[in-house]
């Protein structure tokens, strides 16, 4: 008798799904310095929100006695003009930088998104009043608007946080009202009209989630913008206000102590500039990767 041979399926290892997500991380950590830089700004923004927890002193705790004083055990930074801990001052002004950094594009979106959709969608009088207002916004500088505005209403991390917002709406909506010009006739779109479907919810789940992703981008590259508005504010004197600390004003406050205690001014400088870097190349980052045409 002759054997028969029989053939046994070999079962195929199942291929993961892609998805534009998942395509996007997959861009995103092929980039080495975006990925170093969100580490980095993932500390600061970390050290923000625990800083009650991390520093050692609290920020408006002082010792005469301790004025200008070198690194030491007890202070590992030194001590400001004042004596209190140049640590724990650093460490509390990044919850400082990152509230306004995060909030102010935050207040930008809340005000330019839905201007700049209802532009984009419907067009016509809606559109040419929008636009008017963005040429009108453009035309004076953002920061000598929020000086005005701060010399009327006065200064403090609120009314700083909500001036600069203010100033801010104006990309987030030329942005929005491009990005729905350019989807409000797409297939998708005529489709989800054809069968009756709401103008609200068309613009809510059709157009926005695929504009979503510039929009992510703009708000990450705006957050080092906020935070050199509210350092340069707090440098003249016009923003956050002691004793809540501000890199800006730690700048201002030390500068004049540079030959004798030097880190009481380089030390904010260098976290103001360590601060705008780590964003920007997290923003370039996600710009390249939730690009649609990059290719794998």
Same mark, same amino acid.
């Given at each position: 008798?002759?054997?028969?041979?029989? &053939?046994?399926?070999?079962?195929?290892?199942?291929?993961?799904?892609?998805?534009?997500?998942?395509?996007?991380?997959?861009?995103?950590?092929?980039?080495?310095?975006?990925?170093?830089?969100?580490?980095?700004?993932?500390?600061?923004?970390?050290?923000?929100?625990?800083?009650?927890?991390?520093?050692?002193?609290?920020?408006?705790?002082?010792?005469?006695?301790?004025?200008?004083?070198?690194?030491?055990?007890?202070?590992?930074?030194?001590?400001? !003009? @004042?004596?209190?801990?140049?640590?724990?001052?650093?460490?509390?002004? *990044?919850?400082?930088?990152?509230?306004?950094?995060?909030?102010?594009?935050?207040?930008?979106?809340?005000?330019?998104?839905?201007?700049?959709?209802?532009?984009?969608?419907?067009?016509?009088?809606?559109?040419?009043?929008?636009?008017?207002?963005? !040429?009108?916004?453009?035309?004076?500088?953002?920061?000598?608007?929020?000086?005005?505005?701060?010399?009327?209403?006065?200064?403090?991390?609120?009314?700083?946080?909500?001036?600069?917002?203010?100033?801010?709406?104006?990309?987030?909506?030329?942005?929005?009202?491009?990005?729905?010009? *350019?989807?409000?006739?797409? !297939?998708?779109?005529?489709?989800?009209? &054809?069968?009756?479907?709401?103008?609200?919810?068309?613009?809510?789940?059709?157009?926005?989630?695929?504009?979503?992703?510039?929009?992510?981008?703009?708000? @990450?590259?705006?957050?080092?913008?906020? @935070?050199?508005? !509210? *350092?340069?504010?707090?440098?003249?004197?016009?923003?956050?206000?002691?004793?809540?600390?501000?890199?800006?004003?730690?700048?201002?406050?030390?500068?004049?102590?540079?030959?004798?205690?030097?880190? @009481?001014?380089?030390?904010?400088?260098?976290?103001?500039?360590?601060?705008?870097?780590?964003?920007?190349?997290?923003?370039?980052?996600?710009?390249?990767?939730?690009?649609?045409? *990059?290719?794998?």
């Amino acid at each position: 008798m002759s054997a028969v041979a029989t &053939a046994v399926p070999v079962p195929r290892k199942r291929q993961a799904r892609s998805s534009p997500w998942g395509d996007a991380w997959r861009r995103y950590r092929r980039n080495r310095m975006a990925l170093v830089s969100a580490f980095i700004a993932g500390l600061i923004l970390f050290c923000g929100i625990f800083a009650s927890l991390l520093a050692p002193h609290p920020y408006d705790y002082s010792v005469l006695a301790d004025t200008l004083q070198g690194p030491s055990f007890q202070h590992l930074l030194g001590t400001d !003009e @004042v004596g209190r801990d140049l640590l724990s001052r650093i460490i509390y002004g *990044a919850r400082t930088s990152m509230i306004v950094g995060f909030f102010v594009p935050a207040i930008g979106v809340l005000i330019g998104l839905p201007v700049g959709a209802a532009a984009g969608w419907f067009g016509g009088r809606i559109d040419y009043v929008v636009q008017r207002l963005v !040429e009108m916004f453009t035309a004076v500088p953002t920061i000598l608007l929020a000086i005005l505005l701060v010399t009327i209403y006065g200064s403090g991390l609120a009314n700083v946080t909500l001036f600069l917002g203010i100033t801010a709406w104006v990309g987030f909506a030329r942005l929005t009202r491009a990005q729905f010009f *350019a989807l409000r006739d797409r !297939e998708f779109v005529t489709a989800a009209r &054809a069968i009756g479907t709401p103008p609200w919810r068309i613009m809510l789940n059709h157009i926005l989630p695929n504009a979503a992703g510039p929009i992510i981008i703009l708000f @990450v590259l705006a957050i080092p913008g906020a @935070v050199f508005g !509210e *350092a340069g504010l707090s440098f003249l004197g016009l923003g956050v206000q002691d004793p809540i600390p501000s890199w800006g004003k730690m700048i201002t406050e030390g500068g004049q102590y540079m030959q004798i205690a030097p880190l @009481v001014a380089l030390l904010p400088m260098l976290c103001i500039g360590l601060t705008m870097l780590s964003f920007s190349f997290v923003g370039d980052g996600l710009r390249d990767a939730l690009d649609p045409n *990059a290719l794998e």
